[in-house]
């Protein structure tokens, strides 16, 4: 899946919403920063959010005030394709050609 996510902080948030199957948006936001040790602009995580939705790899739904995230099938591929990927690098494999 060539050209699936080139910005490494989409790549982290769909990792985030694989391992937790659907997080509301600040919960979401505080498992990133936890994890870059470092507090995100909002406006800039929720733009990372909103075109990863535009994109149709997370889908977002309201449950009362709150903004609820979780993976679309075609986000799920490619978590699981660059995980492949990846893991392929690590171990010394080309799977690739």
Known sequence: MSRW???GRRRDLCALLYE???????KLKTALE???ETRLDP??????LDALVDRGLV???????????????AGVRGVESHHAWLTARLDGRDVDG
């Not at 937790?20 to 600040?26: D, P």
């Not at 406006?43 to 990372?48: I, L, M, P």
């Not at 889908?59 to 099938?73: F, K, M, P, Q, S």
């Open 5 to 7: 996510l080139q910005s």
């Open 20 to 26: 937790a199957g659907e997080l509301r948006g600040q």
């Open 34 to 36: 936890r994890h870059y």
């Open 43 to 48: 406006q800039s995580f929720y733009g990372s």
């Open 59 to 73: 889908a977002c739904e309201t449950e009362g005030i709150h903004d609820v995230y979780r993976l679309t099938e």
